[in-house]
């Protein structure tokens, strides 16, 4: 079965380029011009991913994104921005986009970054129904991981996480107790080269915060360790 793509653009040339491309590459496309159609498409037609611009009439993109994950809506998004503003990035990651390209952009390094997103969550599909492999649990505290089915429970209740903050989760319990710098987690999570730009990193870091710890300001789990990056542990007192 094909990957379906949904793309939401308001540039006809951007769609059709990118209608193209994918169709090239074997994937089936839907597409959308404004965000509010986006949005119906993203709960209706339930693609794979969704490659989402930011500037769109009658519903911005950051504005798709966030309603989409107050819906519990956890597609993959790739956000499009049309210009490199640091702001724009970091705002788009806090609403729960997982990934952002800077326009212009070659429709190749598009594909290659929804392929690489769309292999994780094959993962998820294939192991569903295979009791063995889905028992297979990291245990950190009140924190449990299972690998296979791409889920994690704190204190019990499923954690809504998007792609990339399961992710980063699941790294840093794979290396519990070792402190892994920015750059070390930009390469193994995100599998290519930001150019530096760390902050994806730290947005991200958030994001768990606020999801896994009693008090984000005093984490018990995922500790900073100055100039270097993270490390998670097992809280004291657990």
Same mark, same amino acid.
């Given at each position: 079965?094909?990957?379906?793509?949904?793309?939401?653009?308001?540039?006809?040339?951007?769609?059709?380029?990118?209608?193209?491309?994918?169709?090239?590459?074997?994937?089936?496309?839907?597409?959308?011009?404004?965000?509010?159609?986006?949005?119906?498409?993203?709960?209706?037609?339930?693609?794979?991913?969704?490659?989402?611009? *930011?500037?769109?009439?009658? *519903?911005?993109?950051?504005?798709?994104?966030?309603? *989409?994950?107050?819906?519990?809506?956890?597609?993959?998004?790739?956000?499009?921005?049309?210009?490199?503003?640091?702001?724009?990035?970091?705002?788009?990651?806090?609403?729960?986009?997982?990934?952002?390209?800077?326009?212009?952009?070659?429709?190749?390094?598009?594909?290659?970054?929804?392929?690489?997103?769309?292999?994780?969550?094959?993962?998820?599909?294939?192991?569903?129904?295979?009791?063995?492999?889905?028992?297979?649990?990291?245990?950190?505290?009140?924190?449990?991981?299972?690998?296979?089915?791409?889920?994690?429970?704190?204190?019990?209740?499923?954690?809504?996480?998007?792609?990339?903050?399961?992710?980063?989760?699941?790294?840093?319990?794979?290396?519990?107790?070792?402190?892994?710098?920015?750059?070390?987690?930009?390469?193994?999570?995100?599998?290519?080269?930001?150019?530096?730009?760390?902050?994806?990193?730290?947005?991200?870091?958030?994001?768990?915060?606020?999801?896994?710890?009693?008090?984000?300001?005093?984490?018990?789990?995922?500790?900073?360790?100055?100039?270097?990056?993270?490390?998670?542990?097992?809280?004291?007192?657990?």
């Amino acid at each position: 079965m094909k990957n379906k793509v949904l793309v939401v653009d308001d540039e006809q040339s951007i769609v059709t380029l990118l209608k193209y491309n994918f169709e090239q590459a074997g994937y089936e496309v839907i597409t959308a011009m404004d965000g509010k159609e986006g949005k119906q498409l993203a709960e209706t037609e339930s693609p794979d991913i969704i490659v989402l611009d *930011l500037m769109l009439p009658k *519903l911005d993109g950051m504005e798709v994104c966030k309603q *989409l994950r107050q819906k519990s809506i956890m597609t993959p998004i790739l956000m499009l921005t049309a210009k490199d503003d640091e702001l724009d990035k970091i705002l788009g990651l806090e609403l729960g986009a997982d990934d952002y390209m800077v326009k212009p952009f070659s429709p190749r390094e598009v594909i290659a970054r929804a392929k690489a997103i769309l292999r994780r969550t094959q993962v998820q599909t294939e192991t569903v129904g295979d009791n063995n492999k889905n028992d297979e649990k990291i245990g950190i505290g009140k924190l449990s991981i299972y690998p296979e089915k791409y889920e994690a429970y704190y204190n019990d209740h499923i954690l809504e996480l998007t792609l990339k903050e399961f992710e980063l989760l699941l790294y840093l319990a794979q290396n519990k107790g070792r402190v892994l710098t920015r750059d070390q987690l930009l390469s193994s999570v995100w599998n290519y080269d930001f150019a530096g730009d760390t902050r994806i990193v730290d947005v991200h870091i958030s994001h768990l915060r606020e999801k896994i710890e009693e008090e984000t300001k005093k984490p018990a789990y995922i500790k900073t360790i100055r100039g270097l990056g993270y490390k998670i542990e097992e809280p004291k007192g657990e």
